[in-house]
């Protein structure tokens, strides 16, 4: 991956720590204080570098020039801002640092809310920059300030001797941050975090109230098994799935979940309950296939180190991290594994509504039990599938396209840069499908691209969410492409599929679709044809809307 770091403080040394501790390429600016030129420059070393993603280190009094009236900074920034803006290219990932305000000058006002306000002026600039441009991200540079002190951050020799702003320690610190930020925008999060109870989300033992009552409360160790639930359920409104696999009367627990005072997880917080007897690395196989997740996108967090031997053991592709020797390093062990498994570059709409689709999948599957035959569970399910506009919601469509593994016909990759261009090209086709039924919203569960330059449009990217499976969806979704290919005068249509180590569900699609195979492709995949006006009618119980 190429990065760059642009500021307007002299951030060589953390640009040569990352070139030296990385496997990153990382562009050398000549100098510094002139990121905008750089910017807005086409004909710089910048853009014969082409990173990646970008990331702008300023600092906030340098912005301001030092300036302490509150008009006069106030109008700097957002003079900045409005530059910065205009440089962006789509193609470009950046990552521009909060506000952390630090100079003598504002040391010495007795003005004591000026620098809190600057700050908030930076914020307030920034928030309206990430509302309009999705491929602009905050990197937590305040944070990381506030956690070292201004003492262990800063460094005023080396700030007189080169313009360097931070201590050694600090920029480690921060080149850290930037590589995990970078890591981000490649990799593939995990999906759920299966969770025991006790001694794990309280102290003590349920069921045994009377002679030891359970552990949790405001005070003491009481409090550190409640702020591990804290940090669980901002971790569970950001998209993470919670799971119990706990062994335990079931009553009792659910008791303690439903009524302690100070439980901060309450039932509706866990897509999933497995609260028995059986043995855990069950469970959690059978709480994956409810619901539709493979046991790769999985973590178990347990105090117990033989139910973790036993998971390693047994289910070797779950993540089991360690558990703290204290309960007052719970809620730390739980951010490090947040930051470790589950942090995503950025939050959609679709992810703070995970928890909510994935348990109305318990009503559906108390349908299909009900249900005299399969057919019969689709039809009552009174599905629809809403075909959305793709570039309103380009970080869904992101995140469908890189992050799924099983329905994904040929699982190619791709940047925001790359999305927009195909978003604005003539010669491609987008779709964007969301999924409802008489339990609720799916959410947009499925993309489409197709490349519409030939004879015959080709299929070159299809994906959906696996927790729609199984539905004969997918029929649908075809058979609605190709309705609106037709409508442009086409008459046949292609189809690509290239297998990997996870998408055999979906190898034989096209010939479940009636597609006849054209050739082999050199990457042991195949290219499939259909002639839409003899495509055979599909069985699906769905209304296209």
């Known amino acids: 991956m190429k990065i760059a770091v642009l500021s307007n403080v002299n951030m060589n040394v953390l640009i040569r720590l990352l070139g030296k501790e990385t496997d990153m390429e990382v562009y050398e600016p000549e100098g510094y204080g002139n990121e905008l030129g750089l910017l807005y420059d086409t004909d710089s070393s910048y853009y014969a570098f082409n990173p990646r993603i970008t990331f702008m280190l300023m600092d906030l009094s340098e ?9 006069v900074a106030a109008e700097r920034v957002r003079v900045w801002f409005n530059q910065f803006s205009g440089a962006l290219r789509p193609e470009t990932v950046y990552y521009v640092s909060d506000a952390y305000l630090w100079g003598y000058g504002f040391e010495a006002s007795g003005d004591y809310g000026i620098k809190r306000r600057l700050e908030n002026i930076w914020m307030e600039c920034l928030d309206r920059l990430l509302l309009k441009h999705d491929n602009v991200r905050v990197l937590p540079y305040a944070g990381m300030i506030r956690k070292m002190g201004e003492e262990n951050a800063f460094s005023c020799k080396m700030w007189y001797m080169g313009k360097i702003l931070l201590s050694n320690d600090a920029q480690k610190r921060l080149c850290s941050l930037i590589v995990h930020k970078a890591e981000l925008e490649e990799r593939i999060p995990k999906k759920i975090l299966f969770l025991d109870l006790d001694n794990t989300l309280w102290g003590g033992l349920a069921g045994e109230n009377d002679i030891t009552p359970i552990n949790l409360s405001d005070e003491h160790s009481g409090l550190a098994y409640k702020n591990l639930q804290r940090v669980l359920l901002q971790m569970q409104r950001e998209g993470v799935l919670l799971g119990i696999v706990s062994k335990n009367n079931k009553e009792d627990a659910m008791d303690i979940i439903e009524k302690h005072p100070h439980m901060v997880l309450r039932p509706d917080a866990f897509a999933v309950k497995k609260i028995n007897w059986e043995s855990k690395d069950k469970n959690i196989a059978e709480a994956c296939a409810e619901l539709n997740i493979g046991v790769d996108s999985a973590v178990f967090f347990d105090d117990s180190p033989s139910e973790r031997s036993l998971i390693k053991a047994m289910l070797p592709e779950v993540a089991v991290p360690d558990f703290p020797d204290r309960p007052e390093a719970l809620a730390d062990a739980m951010l490090e594994i947040y930051h470790t498994f589950f942090e995503k570059a950025f939050v959609t709409a679709e992810d703070m509504n995970k928890t909510r689709q994935y348990a109305q999948n318990t009503e559906r599957r108390e349908l299909l039990e009900k249900a005299e035959s399969f057919d019969d569970y689709l039809k009552g399910l009174e599905m629809s599938l809403i075909r959305e506009k793709p570039a309103a919601s380009a970080d869904r469509f992101l995140q469908l396209v890189n992050k799924t593994n099983q329905f994904n016909l040929t699982t190619r990759r791709y940047n ?13 086709r987008t779709f964007l499908y969301r999924v409802t039924d ?26 959906m969410s696996c927790r729609v499976m199984g539905r004969h969806i997918e029929h649908a979704i075809i058979t609605d492409v190709e309705r609106r290919l037709s409508e442009e005068g086409f008459l046949r249509l292609k189809g690509i599929y290239i297998p990997t180590a996870k998408n055999a569900p979906v190898a034989g699609l096209y010939d479940e679709l009636g597609y006849k195979k054209n050739r082999e492709l050199s990457d042991g995949g195949a290219e499939y044809e259909i002639e839409i006006a003899k495509a055979p009618k599909r069985v699906y119980y769905v209304n296209i809307i």
């Open 63 to 71: 912005i301001t020039g030092g300036e302490t009236g509150i008009d």
């Open 416 to 428: 925001s840069g790359e999305l927009s261009e195909i978003f604005e090209s003539a010669s491609k």
């Open 438 to 463: 008489k339990f609720g919203d799916n959410g947009q569960v499925a993309a489409l691209i197709a490349d519409v330059s030939g004879e015959a449009p080709v299929i070159e990217e299809f994906a």
